[in-house]
């Protein structure tokens, strides 16, 4: 799992992230709002813990941002302001879940826990669709019309990033730490060699969606030229 600790306070960023990484989480840290929210925006992390005061924008603003460019990783807010209407502002604003500082480490992994057994399988058993295809993840099968084809377990989770961001250019750091994990010993040419393998299937199938090369970034999906 990989957890995003967006947060200013070096001591606290330090600490938290060693008892995380112990836990068994990769964790990526950020001190400011802005940069932050570039993170939040890439799609990379599974779990987003979020300070209320940062500099660049506050925590309150790049929750609000990240919601409208409608980012659904859960995110729990980690702040000293804990009076009523402070929780109750970050909440409606998106906030999974609220933890007024000092607090436990015990109790912020139970919150986390807590996220983590939600249930997610019913998005993720979903079949994703895209122009004229349609993907069903848990059979790797990917269909348009009468033509299907199988993927492998790594075609199929590569596929489903590009779905479920259909339009977006990915960058290839973020594609390789989401398909791969962030700990991967993987060549940079892998990734095209699956995107090659890709793009085979989508013709295979006779398929009209397109996945561009975003030259000095990485890829987008797109529904047709």
């Known amino acids: 799992m990989r957890i995003l600790l967006i947060e200013d306070d070096i001591s606290l960023c330090r600490s938290l992230s060693l008892m995380l990484e112990k836990q068994g989480y990769a964790v990526t840290i ?43 990783v859960p995110i729990i807010f980690l702040t000293a302001l804990g009076s009523l209407d402070e929780r109750v502002t970050g909440l409606d604003c998106g906030a999974d879940d609220y933890i007024v500082k000092p607090f436990a480490f015990e109790e912020l992994m139970a919150r986390i826990r ?32 009468k033509e299907t084809c199988t993927l492998s ?19 290839r750091s973020t594609i390789l730490m989401r398909v791969w994990g962030p ?13 090659h393998f890709l ?16 030259r000095g970034i990485g890829y987008r999906l797109t529904e047709s030229d």
């Not at 001190?31 to 890439?42: A, H, K, M, P, R």
């Not at 895209?130 to 993840?137: I, S, T």
């Open 30 to 72: 950020s001190n400011d709002g802005e940069e932050g929210l570039f993170y939040i925006l890439e799609n990379a992390h599974d779990l987003v813990l979020l300070d209320r005061m940062l500099p660049g924008l506050d925590g309150l603003e790049v929750l609000r941002r990240a919601r409208k460019e409608h980012a659904t």
């Open 114 to 145: 807590c996220i983590c057994r939600r249930p997610q399988r019913l998005t993720e058993a979903s079949y994703l669709t895209c122009g004229d295809l349609v993907y069903d993840p848990e059979q790797n099968l990917l269909r348009r019309e």
């Open 153 to 171: 377990r790594r075609e199929g989770d590569l596929l489903s990033l590009f779905m479920k961001n259909t339009g977006q250019t990915i960058p």
């Open 183 to 195: 700990d991967a010993d993987i060549e940079d040419g892998n990734l095209d060699n699956y995107i």
């Open 199 to 214: 793009r085979r299937r989508l013709k295979a199938v006779g398929s009209q969606v397109r996945l561009k090369t975003v």
